[in-house]
């Protein structure tokens, strides 16, 4: 896996869908929308939006699961550090009943992606998911098992503030597949 570099296989930051901090969810859901437009078809379609700062510096993400938890506030009454496997159907169902999740209709709580902002629901990445663009594949194949991600920003040079594009899962394991199937195994 030694000759693919990561820039072979990332998607670059200006085919990505992004939003600045200041937007709301809805205007980040507009954003992925007219990206995955334009992307290349052949391929998985986006799953997360980048956010950047006033400086156009990329500074978290919002993915499918955050959007989700975000219209639902209560959930972070019920704390973050809680295992998100392992439950029985009998116990997932007390907490919803306890919390009273999702106890509206999804058009009225779905309403409020108007007024929520990103900055207020993004996804901040640690060390762990950045990946420079010139690093072999093996190393972000590590990191994507290691730390359970689903992308690893890319960067120039290591610089955390020069993001040049996002390296997804799902293009890394389309990947492996078609090296897989070459090997005529």
Known sequence: MKTKIVKD?????????????????????????EAQKKFDQTRYRHRSILIYDENRH????VSQLDVL???????????????HHGFSKNFLRSLREQFSLFDKPIEEICQKAALLKVKNIMYTPVEGEYVKENDSLDVAVH???????????????????NIVGILRKTDVFMEICEVIKSSGL
């Open 58 to 61: 990329i500074t978290g993400k």
């Open 143 to 161: 990191r994507l098992v290691m730390g359970h991600h689903q992308a690893l920003l890319v960067t120039k040079d290591g610089d955390i503030k």
């Open 9 to 33: 296989l990332m998607v670059p930051l200006s085919e990505y869908a992004t939003v600045s901090e200041d937007s709301t969810l809805y205007d980040a859901i507009i954003a992925l929308e």
């Open 69 to 83: 938890r975000a219209l639902e506030p209560k959930y972070d009454e019920m704390g973050k550090g809680i295992p």
